[in-house]
């Protein structure tokens, strides 16, 4: 809507009048409200000194540097306050308004839960820093979600971060989201430092991508992880930030003493890591053997066939898995790389959800054959995604997919992308054929783009299968 600074005004002269108010929710995104509308919906917060819970949205507005800081003092009276969300992204706020609301976040030390988006400010080290010190009082929170994504906190803002965030020793849930942070190894490390103290943590999900953390000392990082020997489940994203075969070891170091893992999801895409890298991350994943729910996403690096044989090592020591995502796209792993994969997920008897993503990698027959092959013997598997595009498969490839796919007895949901290979009308018609034989099959997708295909009878065939609820045959 456009109710603007007026009509916040007025909406929060109303609601200042409602002191007993327990729980409030207000949405004011997207409304061109700016430091007088944001001002007037502080009031409330003064007022209403019995709130416990209160949600506020104010995105994509343009209450900047005064409104910001007006909210915060505002929360000086809040001290009853336990669940706390604000959503005040895109807005143009500043670290003096950055810093104005950590004060104010300083006074609510009964917080349990804090949910707090900053995305896509202008908030850089003073701001992170002032933010770190407000976080630095709220010792009683048990959830955090942090959103800091495309400011320039740097360094120093991440040190400060870590400087508050080492007193929320009761945190067991935090999501941090610093992604476009010019974060180097020293704010990592700071960081880190912080979250070791974190002792009781069980889910850890920290979005790093795209800042300068690889090639100096990341051991801050890894000793927090090290630290956190409650954690259940990890989700770290360290794409495009330079890392190494050093670096990945030093990380491999700590993920190794999270013996408690359940749940595991590393991004590593768009570094420099080799085969050295990932042979060390696998021996890591080893010793993390009750993992149910394993996500590996190396796209862009050159481990090549040694680095994705010896991941596929490791799996072997991971008979809990489940759920298995690899991202090995555009890694030069070739034939024998996918067969070491495979060597690995053949031995997963518990596997019922598999998605491999294998584009670019040169991958012949030999090597899907041997791929599928491994695949059909874990006989549990109910979905399946194989992504092969821009590989060396031609028809007697296709013909091994569907052959070794009629063993997987329990399949019902197969999508398959071949597109950008050598596939003619009788490799299509032999895929069609075999797959008809998959009788548990219900949904079925298959992108075969850029072959060698004129004919449609694989869509006649596929089309012909009562069984599926849902069918998608790309051929052009």
Same mark, same amino acid.
């Given at each position: 809507? $456009? /109710?603007? *600074?007026?009509? +916040? #005004?007025?909406? =929060? &002269?109303?609601?200042?009048?409602?002191? !007993?108010? %327990? @729980?409030?929710?207000?949405?004011?995104?997207?409304?061109?409200?700016?430091?007088?509308?944001?001002?007037?919906?502080?009031?409330?917060?003064?007022?209403?000194?019995?709130?416990?819970?209160?949600?506020?949205?104010?995105?994509?507005?343009?209450?900047?540097?005064?409104?910001?800081?007006?909210?915060?003092?505002?929360?000086?009276?809040?001290?009853?306050?336990?669940?706390?969300?604000?959503?005040?992204?895109?807005? $143009? /706020?500043? *670290?003096?308004? +950055? #810093?104005?609301? =950590? &004060?104010?976040?300083?006074?609510?030390? !009964?917080? %349990? @839960?804090?949910?707090?988006?900053?995305?896509?400010?202008?908030?850089?080290?003073?701001?992170?820093?002032?933010?770190?010190?407000?976080?630095?009082?709220?010792?009683?929170?048990?959830?955090?979600?942090?959103?800091?994504?495309?400011?320039?906190?740097?360094?120093?803002?991440?040190?400060?971060?870590?400087?508050?965030?080492?007193?929320?020793?009761?945190?067991?849930?935090?999501?941090?989201?610093?992604?476009?942070?010019? /974060?180097?190894?020293?704010? +990592? #490390?700071?960081? =880190? &430092?912080?979250?070791?103290?974190?002792? !009781?943590? %069980? @889910?850890?999900?920290?979005?790093?991508?795209?800042?300068?953390?690889?090639?100096?000392?990341?051991?801050?990082?890894?000793?927090?992880?090290?630290?956190?020997?409650?954690?259940?489940?990890?989700?770290?994203?360290?794409?495009?930030?330079?890392?190494?075969?050093?670096?990945?070891?030093?990380?491999?170091?700590?993920?190794?003493?999270?013996?408690?893992?359940?749940?595991?999801?590393?991004?590593?895409?768009?570094?420099? /890591?080799?085969?050295?890298? +990932?042979?060390?991350? =696998?021996?890591?994943?080893?010793?993390?053997? !009750?993992? %149910?729910?394993?996500?590996?996403?190396?796209?862009?690096?050159?481990?090549?066939?040694?680095?994705?044989?010896?991941?596929?090592?490791?799996?072997?020591?991971?008979?809990?898995?489940?759920?298995?995502?690899?991202?090995?796209?555009?890694?030069?792993?070739?034939?024998?790389?996918?067969?070491?994969?495979?060597?690995?997920?053949?031995?997963?008897?518990?596997?019922?959800?598999?998605?491999?993503?294998?584009?670019?990698?040169?991958?012949?027959?030999?090597?899907?054959?041997?791929?599928?092959?491994?695949?059909?013997?874990?006989?549990?598997?109910?979905?399946?995604?194989?992504?092969?595009?821009?590989?060396?498969?031609?028809?007697?490839?296709?013909?091994?997919?569907?052959?070794?796919?009629?063993?997987?007895?329990?399949?019902?949901?197969?999508?398959?992308?071949?597109?950008?290979?050598?596939?003619?009308?009788?490799?299509?018609?032999?895929?069609?054929?075999?797959?008809?034989?998959?009788?548990?099959?219900?949904?079925?997708?298959?992108?075969?783009?850029?072959?060698?295909?004129?004919?449609?009878?694989?869509?006649?065939?596929?089309?012909?299968?009562?069984?599926?609820?849902?069918?998608?045959?790309?051929?052009?």
């Amino acid at each position: 809507n $456009q /109710i603007g *600074d007026e009509g +916040a #005004s007025v909406l =929060g &002269s109303a609601l200042a009048n409602c002191i !007993n108010l %327990s @729980n409030l929710e207000l949405d004011f995104s997207q409304n061109k409200i700016g430091t007088i509308g944001a001002s007037g919906i502080g009031s409330v917060l003064a007022n209403c000194i019995n709130l416990s819970n209160f949600t506020l949205c104010l995105y994509n507005n343009q209450i900047g540097s005064i409104g910001a800081s007006r909210l915060g003092y505002d929360f000086t009276n809040c001290n009853n306050l336990s669940n706390l969300t604000l959503r005040l992204y895109n807005n $143009q /706020i500043g *670290d003096e308004d +950055a #810093s104005g609301l =950590g &004060s104010g976040l300083a006074n609510c030390t !009964n917080l %349990s @839960n804090l949910t707090l988006s900053l995305n896509n400010n202008q908030i850089g080290s003073i701001g992170a820093s002032g933010l770190g010190f407000g976080l630095a009082n709220c010792i009683n929170l048990s959830n955090l979600e942090l959103d800091l994504y495309n400011n320039q906190i740097g360094d120093q803002g991440a040190s400060g971060l870590g400087y508050g965030l080492a007193n929320c020793i009761n945190l067991k849930n935090l999501t941090l989201s610093l992604n476009q942070n010019k /974060i180097g190894a020293i704010g +990592a #490390s700071g960081l =880190g &430092s912080g979250l070791a103290n974190c002792i !009781n943590l %069980s @889910n850890l999900t920290l979005y790093l991508f795209t800042n300068q953390i690889g090639g100096m000392d990341v051991s801050g990082l890894g000793f927090a992880l090290a630290n956190c020997v409650n954690l259940s489940n990890l989700t770290l994203d360290l794409r495009g930030n330079s890392y190494d075969d050093s670096d990945a070891q030093k990380l491999s170091i700590a993920l190794a003493k999270c013996v408690n893992l359940l749940y595991l999801e590393l991004t590593l895409a768009c570094n420099q /890591i080799g085969a050295q890298g +990932a042979i060390d991350l =696998g021996h890591a994943i080893e010793n993390c053997s !009750n993992i %149910s729910t394993l996500i590996l996403s190396f796209y862009c690096n050159q481990i090549g066939a040694q680095g994705s044989a010896g991941l596929g090592s490791a799996l072997t020591k991971c008979q809990n898995i489940s759920t298995l995502i690899i991202n090995f796209q555009l890694n030069k792993i070739g034939s024998q790389g996918v067969l070491g994969l495979g060597f690995g997920i053949k031995q997963l008897n518990k596997l019922t959800n598999l998605k491999l993503y294998l584009y670019g990698n040169q991958i012949d027959d030999d090597g899907v054959s041997g791929l599928t092959s491994a695949i059909a013997n874990c006989t549990n598997i109910q979905t399946l995604t194989l992504g092969l595009r821009k590989n060396k498969v031609s028809d007697e490839g296709a013909q091994e997919i569907g052959s070794a796919l009629t063993k997987s007895n329990n399949l019902y949901s197969f999508t398959l992308n071949l597109q950008s290979n050598f596939i003619s009308d009788a490799g299509a018609s032999d895929l069609g054929f075999n797959l008809s034989q998959c009788t548990k099959l219900s949904t079925l997708i298959i992108y075969l783009q850029e072959n060698e295909i004129l004919q449609s009878s694989l869509r006649r065939k596929i089309l012909k299968f009562k069984r599926l609820t849902q069918k998608v045959v790309k051929l052009q």
